[in-house]
């Protein structure tokens, strides 16, 4: 069975997701699967000083405007008014070259990890040139205007199965794509299990009184901003969200 991966290695690990995985599974079974991985890292684009410097708008509107649907309106009004885009990439030669592989490749499974910048037609002719069944695991949320475009929403009923451990998504998804599934989380032991302080002094760096296991997006500070203030003398404690550090203080604020 030949399998072909798409994602990015922009991402500090877990990602690549399920490379790992792959990758000992055809060691293991070496007749039995093959796989290719197509990396959406390669087709991104240098940042300008300009894209960095425009960060801060969108940035600024995700933590400030509190009502959701005020919130994605600005965003999205902030983006295209602005021609923003957080991770540029060359999407004609991004699309293209993901067509071409899966025709080299002929994959029997296509193995999509939410595919921000694919467009239907691509996901169309892949499907058309190779015939292979074609599954998506969301990471995010498609029906978010913030974190996914128009494209991706069209995207969801090209697949054979949607699948993603948000439950609260799949109502909606039920309405375009019927075959979709809830995965259950996972854990690679090297990243995720608990490594335990050596010393009193790793203790000390990496004692918090709040703890948070997720990515280190803008929008999430919001929630800490309210924790701070639900929580009266909350102690200043350095905690690590994603590859950010954030020094949270009910006092000093951030």
Not at 44 to 67: C, M, Q, S
Not at 102 to 131: C, D, H, N, W, Y
Not at 139 to 156: C, K, L, M, W, Y
Not at 244 to 252: K, M
Request: glycine content about 6%; overall charge positive; charged content about 25%.
């Amino acid at each position: 069975m030949r399998i072909l991966l798409f994602d990015t290695s922009a991402h500090g690990s877990p990602w690549p997701l399920f490379l790992q995985a792959l990758d000992s599974m055809t060691k293991i079974k070496t007749r039995r699967y093959a796989y290719r991985f197509f990396d959406e890292a390669a087709f991104l684009e240098r940042k300008a000083i300009g894209n960095r410097v425009l960060t801060r708008a969108p940035d600024w509107l995700t933590i400030n405007v509190k009502h959701r649907r005020t919130r994605m309106l600005a965003y999205e009004a902030a983006t295209r008014s602005l021609k923003y885009q957080r991770h540029p990439v060359r999407y004609a030669d991004l699309n293209r070259r993901l067509v071409e592989e899966a025709k080299a490749f002929s994959p029997q499974i296509v193995l999509m990890v939410m595919g921000f910048r694919i467009l239907p037609e691509t996901l169309r002719t892949q499907k058309g040139e190779t015939g292979g069944l074609l599954i998506n695991h969301a990471t995010d949320d498609p029906f978010n205007g913030r974190t996914s475009r128009q494209n991706v929403r069209e995207a969801i009923p090209v697949h054979d199965v949607y699948a993603s451990t948000k439950r609260a998504i799949m109502d909606d998804v039920k309405t375009v794509r019927w075959q979709c599934a809830i995965l259950q989380m996972w854990l690679l032991p090297p990243i995720h299990l608990v490594e335990i302080t050596a010393t009193l002094e790793e203790f000390d760096r990496s004692a918090a009184g709040v703890g948070f296991v997720g990515e280190g997006d803008c929008d999430r500070l919001s929630y800490f901003t309210t924790l701070m203030n639900a929580i009266p003398g909350l102690e200043a404690s350095r905690i690590n969200i994603g590859r950010a550090e954030t020094v949270l203080s009910s006092q000093q604020g951030w």
